[in-house]
Each structure stands twice: as C-alpha cells, then as structure tokens.
C-alpha cells in the first residue's frame, strides 16, 4: 500500500470513529453536539492520527487501540482550531474552505464546542476500548495533559517565536519540540503504551531512531 492509500485508509477510519464517537443527538445538546461534529467531521487529511497509527504499529500495538488514540488527538486538534478561528484569536471567517464555526453557529457555541472537543479527548482515552489496562489509560490521559496544556503549548510558542528569529533552527527541532498538537510524538516518549523498555525499564535507544526516520520520510516539520 502507498503512502497516500495508507493516509486515505487511517482519514476514513478515523472519520467513521469520529462519527460514533460524536453521535447526533436530540438532547438539549443537540446544538453544541452539531457544532462539534462540525469541526471534527470537516474535510481533513487526519495527518494525526496517521502518524499515531503508524508510530504505534512499529511496536506492533493493536490498530484499533491507536485509532482511539488518533482521534483523541483530533479532537485537541480541532478544538485548538476551533479556538484559533474565534474573534479574539486569529478571526478567520474560513477553514478547510467552509465557515468556520463562530460563523455557521455562532462565537458562544465555538467556545463551547471546541471547549468540549477538548474534554472529549480525554474521555475517549479514558475509555476501556482504548487500552484494557487501566493504567495505561490513565497515562495516555497524563501524557496528553501534559503536552496540551501550558508546558506544551509553551514549547509550541517557543519554536514559532525562535523559528521567526532564527532561520538556522534545525529542520528536526519540530518533531522534538513541538509535541502539543502538531505530532503526536507524545504518544511514543510519555507513554508506556509504546514503549519497549530492557530488563531495567529503560527505554530502548531506538525509540529516537523511529522517531526521526519517521519524521523525516514524511517531512513532518512541514505538516
């Protein structure tokens, strides 16, 4: 399979997970519900989930455990575009070529919808069908708290404000750093759902070895 078939194949799988994840409802939530499913059923590559897919099966975990995991990960991802879109943020009136959410809904219900995107990460990681062991869950759950919260969302702040003041950044400084939302190299260093560790539970050295030959095959600093 292609690299693009295998893009394709995870973008469905994921879709269709999003999809029961999400359901449509007719509770008094039915809005807020609808304009979550607005921002995370769009048009999109899934590059996400992919790479959490595709990292995990280096160490030969379930697929249907990692796509838990990859949607989880949509779900921050779409809400930080849901919140990046808002007025008092970047006030885009577009994404992925449809309104954005504040303008098919309205600003109140954006808050609110990706506000619940978010939550809903960590439910779908808190979830049995991610992990049968519950303290990997529980440090799925910690490791993307961590790299979404303020120290994740500072190493973004401090790559984009080095990368604007000094071209000669590394082209690997990216996949290292940035771990909140644009890889989910978080998965692979934090978590012991994919780590191979010796009879002394050190990580294994060829954990940064995946890592970079991963990033590099798919020019992950351009994501």
Same mark, same amino acid.
């Given at each position: 399979m292609s690299l693009e078939e295998k893009l394709k194949a995870t973008a469905r799988e994921t879709d269709a997970l999003l999809d029961r994840l999400l359901p449509v409802s #007719? #509770? &008094?939530?039915?809005? =807020?519900? +609808?304009?979550?499913?607005?921002?995370? =059923?769009?048009?999109?590559?899934?590059?996400? &989930?992919?790479?959490?897919? +595709?990292?995990?099966? =280096?160490?030969?975990? &379930?697929?249907?455990?990692?796509?838990?995991?990859g949607a989880a990960l949509e779900c921050v991802h779409c809400y930080s575009l849901v919140h990046d879109d808002l007025p008092a943020m970047d006030d885009d009136d577009l994404r992925r070529g449809k309104p954005t959410v504040h303008r098919a809904f309205d600003e109140a219900t954006a808050i609110l919808a990706g506000d619940a995107l978010l939550t809903a990460a960590f439910e779908i990681l808190a979830d049995d069908a991610t992990h049968p062991d519950t303290g990997v869950r529980l440090q799925l759950v910690s490791g993307l708290a961590r790299a979404a919260g303020m120290d994740g969302w500072n190493a973004l702040l401090k790559f984009k404000n080095n990368y604007q003041l000094n071209a000669e950044v590394p082209v690997v400084t990216p996949w290292r750093t940035v771990t909140p939302i644009n890889t989910p190299v978080w998965t692979l260093e934090r978590n012991p759902y994919f780590w191979q560790v010796d009879t002394e539970g050190n990580q294994l050295p060829y954990i940064d070895k995946a890592l970079l030959t991963l990033g590099e095959n798919l020019e992950v600093v351009n994501l």
């Open positions: #007719t #509770t &008094p939530a039915k809005r =807020l519900i +609808e304009a979550m499913r607005y921002a995370a =059923l769009g048009p999109g590559k899934r590059l996400r &989930p992919f790479l959490v897919v +595709e990292s995990a099966a =280096l160490f030969d975990v &379930p697929r249907a455990h990692a796509l838990m995991v």
